[in-house]
């Protein structure tokens, strides 16, 4: 059984930090593209976020420079670090993990809201 773990959201003040982490089970997480989806209320899922097994990372324009993913093979985790957070990245976040080659699948976490609000 795959699972998917969301930690690390809340609320925090406009320019905060927050680390949302994702524990992975059930995959070979070293070969899995992992990343973060954002979905804000009455909008569509959107990209934060990728790193894909052979370490290469990817990041939306809206969260560049602000944001960090990084991963732990050896904990089977994917971190998302979000550094002066407007209250435009409040949002649920979702992590996803992804195989391209075979078998394929896609799996999803919860999600985890994150608020950024005075």
């Known amino acids: 059984q795959v699972r998917l773990v969301e930690s690390g959201g809340g609320l925090v003040q406009p320019g905060g930090s927050l680390r949302l982490s994702c524990a992975a089970s059930?995959?070979?997480?070293?070969?899995?593209?992992m990343g973060w989806y954002r979905q804000a209320p009455g909008k569509q899922r959107d990209l934060v976020a990728t790193s894909t097994s052979g370490g290469s990372t990817n990041y939306a324009d809206s969260v560049k420079g602000r944001s960090t993913i990084s991963r732990d093979n050896a904990k089977n985790t994917v971190y998302l670090q979000m550094d002066s957070l407007k209250p435009e990245d409040t949002a649920v976040y979702y992590c996803?993990?992804?195989?391209?080659?075979?078998?394929?699948?896609?799996?999803w976490g919860q999600g985890t809201q994150v608020t950024v609000s005075s």
């Open positions: 059930g995959i070979i997480f070293s070969r899995a593209t």
């Open positions: 996803y993990a992804r195989s391209l080659v075979p078998p394929l699948y896609t799996y």
